[in-house]
C-alpha cells in the first residue's frame, strides 16, 4: 500500500475536481485509474487531530487529541497508549510500515512508537534545520534554504502578520518536497531489495507493506523557487465569490479571524497572487508525486500496490476574507481530495457518497485482508471502488475544538443543506443548492424552519448514539425529544416512600 497525502490542500485546485488551469497530471491519472471521491470530508479542519482520526480511525471526540500542540488549548497532547491504530494491527500482522513526511500526530509519541521507519521529521511546516534535510543537501551539492520576498499582512495591533509566502532561492531538487519524494523512492528500493512487496498468496504478497508519503505543503507559508511562484498568471484566477463576505449574521468569531489573518491589509491583487502562488505548490507537489508513482511502476509493484491519496484538511486561500483554518466550518476547509486505486478495481469511477477521512483506517485494514476492524467511525471504502452500491449514510458529521482558544462546533451536512451549532453566538443554516458559497446565513429564516428543526434534531439523535456529550448543550436548547433528566440533578429527586427512601445520587428516571 501506498499512502500519499498533503495538507491543507483545497480539493478545486486539482484538474481531476474541475480546475481548467492547474497542471496535476499525476494526481489525474491516479483518480483515471481508479475512484475518484467527490463527497470526501475531513473529521475536523485542523491538523493534529485529524490525523489522529486518520490513523485511529475514530472521531475526535474520542480520540481525545483535539488540537495542534503549538498552540494548545489544555487538551491532551499525544493518544492514549492502549489507542487503537491501523499501524499497530499491520504491524501485528507482518507488515512493514514506513512514513516519509509530516508526522504532528503528538508530542511524546513520534511516528516510530507506531511502527513506522523513517526520519522524524517534526511540526507543521517543513523542518528545513533537519540533519537528514541537510544531509540530502550536502550528498547532492545542493544550495542551502534562503527564502526572500515575504508576503505578510498586519495584524490589528499595528504589528507584522503571519507569513503567507515568499520566494525560494533553490533549485526544485532541493526543495523539501523533492527531497521527500527522493527519500520515499530510496525506501521503495531498500524494501524491494529486503524482498517487501514480493509475490506470494497473501494480499501484501509474502512481504507486504505500507509505506506514507505526508506533504507538509501545500499548506502556507507558500515557499517556492521562482519557477513554480511565478507559473500561474495572476489573471488567470478567479476570486472566490466570498471575498465578499461581509460576516453579517455570522458568529464574530470569524470576523476576528479575518483580522487576525489580516485579509483586509493587503489589496485583492495580492490575493490574487496568493492564489497563483499555492497553484504553483500543488503542482510541484503533484511532479513529486509523480516520481513516486514513477518508481513504484519502473520496480514493478504497480499491480500489486493499492495507492490512496488524500489531505488532512483544505485551506481558505482568500476564501470568507481568511486564510490557514480555524472556527469557520466551511466547504473549504472540510471537504478534501480522496483519489483511491486498488488493483482489479473498476477505473475511472466517480462515487458522490459522503467519506471521511475516519474511513482511511478501515480501508487499509481491509486492504491488508485483516479481520480487525477499527472504531465505529471508520468504513471500508473497498465496496464503493469495487463500484459495489451498499447502504450510506447520506450525510457527514464534523466538529471542531479550537487552536487559539477552546470553541467548539458541530456540523451537520447533507445533500443539500449544512447545519453548524455554535454554543457562544449564532448557529448557521446554509442552503448549498442556492448559496453554494456560504454567504448568506439563513438559520433564523421562517421559511427553513423545518428544515432547520430536522437537521438540528437529527444532529442530536447522531451526537447521543456516538456518545459525544455536546448533546448536553443541544437538549435545553432546541427543540429536540429527550428521555433523561437534563439537569443531571439527581439530589433533587423525593423519596419514594416513607419505607422506601430513594437513595442518595439516584437519579429520576
Given at each position: 500500500?501506498?499512502?500519499?497525502?498533503?495538507?491543507q490542500h483545497?480539493?478545486?485546485?486539482?484538474?481531476?475536481y474541475?480546475?481548467?488551469?492547474?497542471s496535476?497530471?499525476?494526481?489525474?491519472?491516479?483518480?483515471?485509474?481508479?475512484?475518484?471521491?467527490?463527497?470526501?470530508?475531513?473529521?475536523?479542519a485542523?491538523?493534529?487531530?485529524?490525523r489522529?482520526s486518520?490513523?485511529?480511525?475514530?472521531?475526535?471526540?474520542?480520540?481525545?487529541?483535539?488540537a495542534?500542540y503549538?498552540?494548545?488549548?489544555?487538551?491532551?497532547e499525544d493518544?492514549?497508549?492502549d489507542q487503537?491504530?491501523?499501524?499497530?494491527q499491520?504491524?501485528?500482522?507482518?507488515?512493514?510500515?514506513?512514513?516519509?513526511?509530516?508526522?504532528?500526530?503528538?508530542v511524546?509519541?513520534?511516528?516510530?512508537?507506531?511502527g513506522?521507519?523513517?526520519?522524524?521529521?517534526?511540526g507543521?511546516?517543513?523542518?528545513v534545520?533537519?540533519?537528514?534535510?541537510?544531509?540530502?543537501?550536502?550528498?547532492?551539492?545542493?544550495p542551502?534554504?534562503?527564502?526572500?520576498?515575504p508576503?505578510?499582512?498586519?495584524?490589528?495591533?499595528?504589528?507584522?502578520?503571519?507569513?503567507?509566502?515568499?520566494?525560494l532561492?533553490q533549485?526544485?531538487?532541493?526543495?523539501?518536497?523533492?527531497?521527500?519524494?527522493?527519500r520515499t523512492?530510496?525506501?521503495?528500493?531498500?524494501?524491494?531489495?529486503d524482498?517487501?512487496?514480493?509475490?506470494?498468496?497473501?494480499p501484501?504478497?509474502?512481504d507486504p507493506?505500507?509505506?506514507?508519503t505526508?506533504f507538509?505543503?501545500?499548506?502556507?507559508?507558500?515557499?517556492?523557487?521562482?519557477?513554480?511562484?511565478?507559473?500561474?498568471?495572476?489573471?488567470l484566477?478567479e476570486?472566490?465569490?466570498?471575498v465578499?463576505?461581509?460576516?453579517?449574521?455570522?458568529?464574530p468569531?470569524?470576523?476576528?479571524y479575518?483580522k487576525?489573518?489580516?485579509?483586509?491589509?493587503m489589496?485583492?491583487?495580492?490575493?490574487?497572487?496568493?492564489?497563483?502562488?499555492?497553484?504553483?505548490?500543488?503542482?510541484?507537489?503533484d511532479?513529486?508525486?509523480?516520481?513516486?508513482?514513477?518508481a513504484?511502476r519502473?520496480?514493478g509493484?504497480?499491480?500489486s500496490?493499492?495507492?490512496?491519496?488524500?489531505?488532512?484538511?483544505?485551506?481558505?486561500?482568500g476564501?470568507?476574507?481568511?486564510?490557514?483554518?480555524g472556527p469557520?466550518?466551511?466547504e473549504?476547509?472540510y471537504r478534501?481530495?480522496?483519489l483511491?486505486?486498488v488493483?482489479?478495481a473498476?477505473?475511472?469511477?466517480?462515487?458522490?457518497?459522503?467519506?471521511?477521512?475516519?474511513?482511511?483506517?478501515?480501508t487499509?485494514?481491509?486492504l491488508?485482508?485483516?479481520?480487525?476492524?477499527?472504531?465505529?467511525?471508520?468504513?471500508?471504502l473497498?465496496?464503493?471502488?469495487a463500484?459495489?452500491?451498499?447502504e450510506?449514510?447520506?450525510y457527514?458529521l464534523a466538529?471542531?475544538?479550537?487552536?487559539h482558544?477552546?470553541?467548539?462546533q458541530r456540523?451537520?451536512?447533507?445533500?443539500?443543506y449544512?447545519?453548524?451549532v455554535n454554543?457562544?453566538?449564532?448557529?448557521?443554516l446554509?442552503?448549498?443548492?442556492?448559496?453554494p458559497?456560504?454567504?448568506?446565513?439563513?438559520?433564523?429564516?421562517?421559511?427553513?424552519r423545518?428544515v432547520?428543526?430536522?437537521?438540528?434534531?437529527?444532529?442530536?439523535?447522531?451526537?447521543r448514539?456516538?456518545?459525544?456529550?455536546?448533546?448536553?448543550w443541544?437538549?435545553?436548547?432546541?427543540?429536540?425529544e429527550t428521555?433523561?433528566?437534563?439537569t443531571?440533578?439527581?439530589?433533587?429527586?423525593?423519596?419514594?416512600?416513607?419505607s422506601?427512601?430513594?437513595r442518595?445520587?439516584?437519579?429520576?428516571?
Amino acid at each position: 500500500m501506498l499512502f500519499l497525502m498533503t495538507d491543507q490542500h483545497r480539493v478545486d485546485t486539482l484538474g481531476a475536481y474541475g480546475n481548467p488551469h492547474v497542471s496535476t497530471p499525476n494526481l489525474d491519472r491516479l483518480a483515471a485509474e481508479g475512484t475518484r471521491f467527490d463527497n470526501c470530508y475531513t473529521p475536523t479542519a485542523i491538523c493534529t487531530p485529524a490525523r489522529a482520526s486518520l490513523l485511529t480511525g475514530a472521531a475526535p471526540f474520542r480520540h481525545k487529541l483535539l488540537a495542534n500542540y503549538e498552540r494548545n488549548v489544555g487538551y491532551l497532547e499525544d493518544l492514549a497508549d492502549d489507542q487503537f491504530t491501523f499501524a499497530g494491527q499491520l504491524r501485528s500482522e507482518g507488515y512493514r510500515l514506513g512514513l516519509m513526511g509530516k508526522w504532528h500526530g503528538g508530542v511524546r509519541r513520534t511516528a516510530a512508537d507506531y511502527g513506522f521507519e523513517g526520519p522524524d521529521l517534526a511540526g507543521w511546516h517543513n523542518p528545513v534545520d533537519h540533519p537528514d534535510y541537510l544531509a540530502y543537501l550536502e550528498e547532492h551539492g545542493l544550495p542551502a534554504y534562503r527564502i526572500t520576498d515575504p508576503v505578510r499582512g498586519t495584524t490589528p495591533n499595528g504589528s507584522p502578520g503571519n507569513l503567507l509566502a515568499a520566494r525560494l532561492h533553490q533549485p526544485v531538487e532541493a526543495t523539501f518536497e523533492h527531497y521527500l519524494a527522493t527519500r520515499t523512492i530510496e525506501m521503495l528500493h531498500r524494501w524491494v531489495a529486503d524482498g517487501a512487496g514480493a509475490a506470494g498468496e497473501g494480499p501484501g504478497g509474502d512481504d507486504p507493506f505500507f509505506l506514507a508519503t505526508h506533504f507538509f505543503g501545500p499548506h502556507l507559508p507558500y515557499i517556492l523557487p521562482d519557477a513554480y511562484y511565478d507559473m500561474y498568471d495572476p489573471e488567470l484566477v478567479e476570486l472566490p465569490a466570498s471575498v465578499s463576505e461581509t460576516f453579517d449574521s455570522k458568529p464574530p468569531v470569524q470576523s476576528n479571524y479575518s483580522k487576525l489573518w489580516a485579509f483586509d491589509t493587503m489589496p485583492l491583487e495580492e490575493s490574487r497572487k496568493l492564489i497563483a502562488v499555492y497553484w504553483g505548490y500543488v503542482t510541484l507537489i503533484d511532479e513529486q508525486i509523480g516520481r513516486i508513482l514513477d518508481a513504484v511502476r519502473e520496480l514493478g509493484l504497480e499491480e500489486s500496490t493499492a495507492v490512496f491519496f488524500t489531505a488532512d484538511h483544505g485551506e481558505f486561500t482568500g476564501a470568507h476574507r481568511l486564510h490557514d483554518k480555524g472556527p469557520a466550518m466551511y466547504e473549504d476547509i472540510y471537504r478534501i481530495p480522496g483519489l483511491l486505486k486498488v488493483p482489479g478495481a473498476p477505473r475511472g469511477q466517480v462515487r458522490d457518497e459522503f467519506v471521511s477521512l475516519t474511513d482511511c483506517a478501515a480501508t487499509i485494514l481491509d486492504l491488508a485482508g485483516s479481520d480487525t476492524k477499527p472504531a465505529v467511525d471508520s468504513r471500508s471504502l473497498l465496496p464503493l471502488a469495487a463500484g459495489e452500491r451498499p447502504e450510506w449514510a447520506p450525510y457527514h458529521l464534523a466538529e471542531f475544538h479550537g487552536h487559539h482558544f477552546p470553541y467548539p462546533q458541530r456540523m451537520l451536512r447533507t445533500r443539500r443543506y449544512k447545519l453548524v451549532v455554535n454554543p457562544e453566538s449564532r448557529n448557521e443554516l446554509y442552503d448549498l443548492h442556492t448559496d453554494p458559497d456560504e454567504l448568506h446565513n439563513r438559520y433564523d429564516h421562517p421559511e427553513l424552519r423545518d428544515v432547520r428543526g430536522e437537521l438540528t434534531r437529527t444532529l442530536y439523535d447522531l451526537l447521543r448514539e456516538r456518545g459525544d456529550n455536546f448533546f448536553h448543550w443541544m437538549t435545553p436548547m432546541y427543540d429536540v425529544e429527550t428521555d433523561y433528566d437534563t439537569t443531571l440533578s439527581a439530589f433533587e429527586s423525593e423519596p419514594a416512600t416513607a419505607s422506601a427512601p430513594g437513595r442518595a445520587g439516584e437519579e429520576r428516571s
